[in-house]
């Protein structure tokens, strides 16, 4: 798998996966005239990049190495660490009938946090570099509680002003709302059955060109803030880091003292390493 290959991929990610986040993201209001059937139930699915489309989402936002404010810093820019997915899919008479994860990798669902009333999809994709995801791909065994992925947490840091922060609070994989299975199944309803509402668009009409695709990149949602990434927007200069990582062989330590070294990522883990611009 290899980076430059998501330009050919279509790009969405589900709203309200983790508890909380919608709160701190300040985006609760907003949300809350869509209902779920479960309480539990993530929001919805965005797109953050459509190749070819006519709009904002034909950009490629996606970088492994910066995030770019492009003088945006006054709509408070917040990192958004996360898993993404990387998945094979089948578009069958305009319906997506499967979606098939392959690999995973540390994401940055970055975002501006404005409130003005647009398309989530606006305040994630705000021109090239705006995103990012770590090349250390990891291949997926199977997409079920016995395979590799509920092994790994997620972490993430800010270095700023030469000290490290933790950023986003440690999180386990399984302790997404949906995941696995549940996930999946969800996913292929909103595809199909999604509807314009509040901050979400309706999906189907992302889809015309799926044929020409050479997969999704889904991005699963974001975890929950420490106290740093509550209160504090991302600033040039600052170093953000997101890991996901195999907790079975790596501690959370471990996981800190690479943050403070060159070292490469450590054994089953994917490695987010971003400088603000």
Known sequence: MLIEDLKDYLGFAVAGNFANHLGEAGEADEFSIIKTEEENEPKGLFPFYIKGHESFLGTYPISNEIILTHGREEDKIQAEPEVALICDFVYEDNKVVDIIPKYFSAFNDCSLRVQNGEKLSVKKNWGTATKGISKDFIKIDNFTEEGILNKYHISSFIKRDGKIHNYGTISAINSYSY???????????????????????????????????????????????????????????????IYVYNAHINSHQAILNNVNSDEKPLQECSKLHQVIR
């Open 179 to 241: 995941f696995f299975m549940q996930l999946k199944d969800w996913m292929l309803k909103k595809f199909n059955t999604q509807k314009d509402c509040g901050p979400l668009e309706e999906l189907t009409q992302f889809m015309k060109d799926a044929k020409d695709a050479k997969g999704m990149i889904i991005a699963a949602g974001a975890t929950s803030y420490c106290e740093f990434g509550k209160n504090n927007f991302l600033q040039k200069g600052d170093e953000l880091f």
